[in-house]
């Protein structure tokens, strides 16, 4: 009698060693390509803030020597910011929901916090360049 054949690919139930090195390669792949697209954490942070659509101030985080409490006057409800030489966050808010305090920190170019009910937007500009780059809507 002669050697038994092998089985057909689609007959054989353990996966063979070059389909764990695909897999491999796509994973490494995947986070190349992910850290790669992240913007890089510039030095010199400007956060922006825009009340009703009005600018009200841009403030430069590597200014700053310690954190800044900076409460919006003329929001329909109360809100103050907190600012440090590392990012931005919303520290309190009466706003319905809560969404901007839960947010928590933005520390790099391009980060935004956004408030619907304040009509606010706090966005984070930097040195690293890739703060306008492209805009991607995720969820």
Excluded: K
């Amino acid at each position: 009698m002669g050697t038994p054949a092998r089985p057909p690919a689609a007959e054989r139930t353990r996966p063979a060693w070059g389909d764990g090195a695909a897999v491999l390669l796509v994973v490494l792949a995947a986070a190349a390509l992910f850290f790669s697209l992240l913007p890089p954490q510039g030095n010199f942070l400007t956060a922006q803030v825009v009340l009703n659509g009005e600018v009200l101030g841009e403030y430069p985080l590597d200014a700053l020597e310690e954190p800044v409490l900076l409460p919006l006057d003329g929001a329909p409800w109360p809100i103050t910011l907190e600012l440090t030489p590392e990012g931005v966050r919303v520290l309190e808010s009466a706003c319905p929901g809560q969404d901007c305090v839960h947010g928590g920190w933005v520390r790099r170019a391009g980060g935004r916090i956004i408030c619907l009910p304040n009509r606010l937007v706090v966005s984070l500009r930097g040195s690293g360049g890739a703060s306008e780059e492209f805009d991607a809507v995720t969820g």
